[in-house]
């Protein structure tokens, strides 16, 4: 059974840095894109970044290049965002997803706020 579950989350000041992670089970995840969407009150859910299986391309929404960065890794089978220099706009909930298998994880609250 394909499991995903998301942590990390929290209440953080403007600036401030969260890492979030997701941990994988019930498929061979090193054999999948992952990626990471965002969801804020009202708002439609937005992919933040993708990375393929082997971990050699990545993808960012705009809105978020240079401040974010997805990982992985295959042996621990779990997926990382490392979010930097956050914004009150990147208040949303997180989600970890497998895009190819329209799984989805329940999701992790950001807040940053001051």
């Known amino acids: 059974q394909v499991q995903l579950v998301e942590s990390g989350g929290g209440l953080v000041q403007p600036g401030g840095s969260l890492r979030l992670s997701c941990a994988a089970s019930g498929f061979i995840f090193s054999s999948y894109t992952m990626s990471w969407y965002r969801q804020a009150t009202g708002k439609k859910r937005e992919l933040v970044a993708s990375i393929t299986p082997a971990g050699g391309t990545t993808v960012y929404a705009d809105s978020v290049k240079g401040r974010f960065t997805i990982s992985r890794d295959n042996a621990r089978n779990t997926v990382y965002l490392q979010m930097n220099s956050l914004k009150p706009e990147d208040t949303a909930v997180y989600y970890c997803?497998?895009?190819?298998?329209?799984?989805w994880g329940q999701g992790t609250q950001v807040t940053v706020s001051s």
């Open positions: 997803t497998i895009p190819t298998l329209g799984r």
